[in-house]
């Protein structure tokens, strides 16, 4: 048996905040829509994990999702052009990774990294 997919499910009452958030500022696709769900992804081939923390690193609080851009600076100036406060970074890490973090829409707060 293999896993095949892990799904992080935020609940909200306002689903469609989301799309501005994960679709516009980070530019994942919508995969899916039934009004009570909505669901955001990529075409792009993933490694499945998941992370346990007793903290963020760096003296951090622990994120709730990770996100791996391949273009740190691009989505750093979407967050500034959108207004979206910056909690952390961006800073570079000695585990090897650039990184920042922000809450989405939903007060998730989210770690946003490139491997250097």
Known sequence: MKVKRIVANIETQDISKAKHFYEEILGLDQKMDLGFIATYGSNEKMTTQISFLSEGGSGTPVPDLSIEVDDLDEVLIRIKD???SIEYGPA????GVRRFYVRDPFGKL???????
């Open 82 to 84: 959108a207004g979206i």
């Open 92 to 95: 570079e890490e000695p585990w």
């Open 110 to 116: 989210v770690n946003i990294l490139t491997h250097l």
